[in-house]
């Protein structure tokens, strides 16, 4: 993996991003230890099992976080966007424990990858990282929950829908290039099934289909 020095237009850029979540002390440190890397859309950041040696902080774009049952099939668990980074990632790192988690970026992405044995000493000497950490638990956590809630109690239609929404909201665009493939994988279902559904919300005015795209025209 390849990194970008920083130089006085990282510190700005970092500043511009992150100085309504921390203390210009920390962002100096972010500068002096982290690493910025660049991945293009669909690209792998991190795969199940790897040695977690860095934690990301999104800067630019999103990530998509992806879990993985004893069978291999993979299913989505939440998106980072901007300043967000992942609680499993935090866990696996303190715990000193590989990947539980596979992450693709869902959009061209810029992350900053912060050094492992930083994370406690900046629990313990800044107190907007403290609160950064453990509001990235409780926010991930939720998500979590809201996933497991969404499998258990809502009909696949429902999921696709909710499913379509996040895409619009992170892709801040009502013209997404998804296959039913695609769908089907993230939500652990067949192809056969998304296309069914599919079908039905063309039918619904909610969506229009083209060739390995979905235009959507009411969420």
Known sequence: MSFIPFDSKCFKKLKEKFQYLFDEELINEFCQFGQLKDFESDELLIDIGDQITHMPLVLNGSIKIMTEDDDENE?????????????VTMSCCTKKTKSTIRAFAETDTEILFVPVDKMDEWMVKYKSWRTYVLDSYNERLNEMLAALDNIVFHSMEERIKKYVEDKVWVAKS??????????????????????????????????????????????
């Not at 299913?75 to 609680?87: I, S």
């Not at 998304?194 to 025209?217: D, N, P, T």
């Open 174 to 219: 009502k013209m997404l290039k998804i296959s039913h493939a695609d769908i089907a994988n993230d939500l652990h279902t067949s192809r056969v099934v998304v296309s069914r559904i599919m079908k039905k919300l063309e039918q619904e005015g909610i969506i229009k289909q083209h060739r390995g795209a979905l235009q959507i025209l009411n969420v």
């Open 75 to 87: 299913l989505l668990l939440y998106y980072l966007e901007l300043g967000d980074t992942c609680a």
